[in-house]
T-cell receptor, first 114, second 114 residues
Framework: DAGVIQSPRHEVTEMGQEVTLRCKPI?????LFWYRQTMMRGLELLIY????????DSGMPEDRFSAKMPNASFSTLKIQPSEPRDSAVYFC????????????FGDGTRLSIL | AQSVSQHNHHVILSEAASLELGCNYS??????LFWYVQYPGQHLQLLLK??????LVKGIKGFEAEFIKSKFSFNLRKPSVQWSDTAEYFC????????????FGSGTRLQVQP
């Protein structure tokens, strides 16, 4: 079975540029999560969706960050304009409905903003 | 709000030594508990989970964890570690009802020396 698929795996761009990260959840999973991992802050939730609807975006750092889920098989996380402090590994995860179902993580996107 | 504490930030062991990593959470309601492992450069993988029943749960690769409700703890154990267990280990919790996002501990870096 295909797992959670993220693209790109690595992204290096200059400050001020727009960055778009992509995620395809596991088929049949109706929850999708975006996390960010940094040395300083560890793993933190940015936003999550249920049935394509954003449920909790309290972790989104600021207006420069936006996330969409236009359908059950695709989500994007966009940063515009990007800043060096956005450099991190961004993970997407998905899970089934029941709360005791584990989240399955993608390989992550390592983002470097110069 | 939930919080998860992992008090051991960096653990160094020799092969065949026993392992116990501490995890405490703060939340008054019913929770689901997870341990994830992250090998260098890879995504998070589920080791084991607890949501009800026998408080001693067994996971993959010989790991187990014990849920002690009175202590709000969910410690991870392995009787005999191998060099291949070198990785970062994360404890995580979510609510049994309501908010589905995981709250992660800060992680414990395990280094197993051959």
């Amino acid at each position: 079975d295909a797992g959670v698929i993220q693209s790109p795996r690595h992204e290096v761009t200059e400050m001020g540029q727009e960055v778009t990260l992509r995620c395809k959840p596991i088929s049949g999973h109706d929850y999708l999560f975006w996390y960010r991992q940094t040395m300083m802050r560890g793993l933190e939730l940015l936003i999550y969706f249920n049935n394509n609807v954003p449920i909790d975006d309290s972790g989104m750092p600021e207006d420069r960050f936006s996330a969409k889920m236009p359908n059950a098989s695709f989500s994007t996380l966009k940063i515009q304009p990007s800043e060096p402090r956005d450099s991190a590994v961004y993970f997407c995860a998905s899970s089934k409905t029941r709360s005791n179902q584990p989240q399955h993580f993608g390989d992550g996107t390592r983002l470097s903003i110069l | 709000a939930q919080s998860v504490s992992q008090h051991n930030h960096h653990v160094i062991l020799s092969e065949a030594a026993s392992l116990e990593l501490g995890c405490n959470y703060s939340y008054g309601g019913t929770v689901n508990l997870f341990w994830y492992v992250q090998y260098p450069g890879q995504h998070l993988q589920l080791l084991l989970k607890y949501f009800s029943g026998d408080p001693l749960v067994k996971g993959i690769k010989g790991f187990e964890a014990e849920f002690i409700k009175s202590k709000f703890s969910f410690n991870l154990r392995k009787p005999s570690v191998q060099w291949s267990d070198t990785a970062e280990y994360f404890c995580a919790v979510n609510e049994n009802t309501g908010r589905r996002a995981l709250t992660f501990g800060s992680g414990t870096r395990l280094q197993v020396q051959p």
